[in-house]
């Protein structure tokens, strides 16, 4: 960064940081979103061939207490952890530890059993494995322990053929991929991620947050509400504790998940209404998404829902759910973190190239199960369509995995380019907030702009 690299804050705003004037832009987008109320607090960060570009922040990290957002603010970043577990599993695959092709069975004897005994990893890399909920209800006790939630998924039988489609496995992701990697190695997610990911790469990301750094973390706060007979329409709630959620690909924001239950200080949800949707109906994907977020019964809440975040006092903000380093939603990191992550990752430093290259490459692709709107992954990481970057101009390089309430971490190994966004205000499913995707894509844009 040269003529503005002071850390400074900007004038008229909340936000500080810096800002290479060749993405100017994307410091107005940030700004924008704190005058207009879309933002609480956030950081945005982003490296260019390696290089730091933009490390902007500012905000409340907790509106209850006024606490401001800091440089070093921690956030945790829900999903965003998925691309971080699959690293970590695909570095055990590097090593010839791991068969990415072979049967789960083949390290996890006790899996192979109910009609799960040819799933592979891949299927539990890529949503397919038809194990998206964990059907009995997972006691607090459990809360932190992994191997035990893994042993009620191996008792399951599948929801539908592994192998034949594809449907988001929200919570289960984790502790599925969580056990194979800790029957091959010995370790969990989190101490890979500590020992040979974070810790030697000096990446401020922790699976598993220590006490000192969940104390400072962001504290997540829901986002606007459809109230009822507002203008919403007549609006309903979805599960109980729902935090209001995901930026959608549900006809805004083009990037993120769908509600979850993860109660937040803010108490009654956020949620969306299907009178939000004109012009859309009964088999439409994004009409039937918002209508199965609003019954506690659909298969996509139930996957979302258990473990039940919200029998937890604050839900996500417990600090049982940030130390517990779920390895589908547990990452806590800040912007420049994740982002580094992804720096690491693109520069060969993490996984070699040609591992990259094969784990970015499309393995799915279209309607999702649990979703219902179409949605892509590699080996644990998403592509472009509607649930992650349905691509700004440029972006269709680009990997990485959303997280609910509108977190991104985001790699182009084509474009040499990393971002990372966390913030606290979760956003509503439908109504969306479209945060990161204008962040993402005025850095496109200004990309695009150098290249002229």
Not at 28 to 52: K, M, N, P, T, W
Not at 116 to 123: L, P
Not at 340 to 354: D, Q, T
Request: negative net charge.
């Amino acid at each position: 960064m040269t003529a503005d690299d002071e850390v400074r804050e900007h004038p008229g705003t909340t936000t500080s940081g810096r800002c290479d004037p060749r993405f100017a832009r994307v410091r107005e987008v940030f700004d924008r979103h704190f005058a207009d109320g879309s933002e609480l607090g956030a950081a945005f960060a982003v490296y260019l061939d390696g290089e730091a570009v933009v490390d902007l922040w500012g905000g409340v990290a907790d509106r209850r207490t006024g606490r401001a957002w800091e440089h070093h603010t921690p956030a945790l970043a829900y999903s965003c952890t998925k691309a971080v577990t699959a690293t970590a599993a695909l570095l055990l695959a590097e090593r010839g530890l791991l068969d990415v092709t072979a049967p789960v069975a083949d390290v996890w004897p006790e899996f192979g059993r109910r009609g799960k005994e040819r799933i592979t990893v891949e299927h539990l890399f890529t949503h397919q494995a038809g194990l998206p909920t964990v059907e009995d209800p997972v006691p607090v006790e459990e809360f932190e322990d992994h191997a035990a939630i893994a042993d009620r998924l191996a008792r399951q039988e599948p929801i539908w053929e592994p192998g034949t489609a594809h449907g988001y496995h929200a919570l289960t992701y984790g502790f599925l991929l969580g056990e194979v990697v800790r029957r091959v190695s010995g370790k969990s997610v989190g101490e890979i991620v500590a020992t040979e990911i974070a810790g030697p790469l000096g990446l401020e990301l922790w699976l598993g947050a220590p006490d000192d750094v969940a104390a400072r973390a962001a504290r997540l706060s829901a986002g606007d509400r459809v109230r009822p007979g507002g203008a919403g329409g007549p609006g309903a709630s979805g599960p109980a504790g729902d935090s209001g959620a995901g930026d959608s690909g549900a006809g805004a924001s083009g990037v993120g998940e769908p509600p979850a239950p993860a109660e937040t200080d803010a108490g009654a949800p956020a949620s969306p209404s299907v009178a939000e949707l004109p012009g859309r109906g009964p088999g439409d994907p994004i009409y039937e998404m918002a209508r199965a977020s609003l019954d506690k019964d659909s298969l996509m809440n139930r996957a979302l829902g258990n473990p039940a975040v919200h029998r937890l006092p604050g839900g996500a903000n417990h600090p049982v759910i940030l130390r517990a380093g779920w390895p589908a939603m547990g990452v806590v990191t800040t912007a420049r973190g994740l982002a580094g992550f992804y720096r690491e990752l693109v520069a060969g430093r993490i996984l070699r190239p040609e591992t990259l290259r094969d784990a970015v490459r499309r393995r799915v692709h279209g309607p999702d199960r649990v979703l219902f709107v179409d949605s892509s992954f590699g080996l644990g990481y998403m592509r472009p369509a509607l649930t992650f970057l349905t691509p700004p101009r440029g972006a269709g390089t680009a990997f990485g995995h959303t997280g609910m309430g509108g977190f991104l971490g985001l790699g182009d190994v084509e474009h040499g380019l990393a971002m990372g966004y966390t913030m606290n205000k979760m956003a509503n499913a439908v109504s969306g907030s479209m945060r990161a995707y204008h962040l993402a894509e005025a850095v496109y844009d200004a990309l695009g702009q150098a290249a002229r």
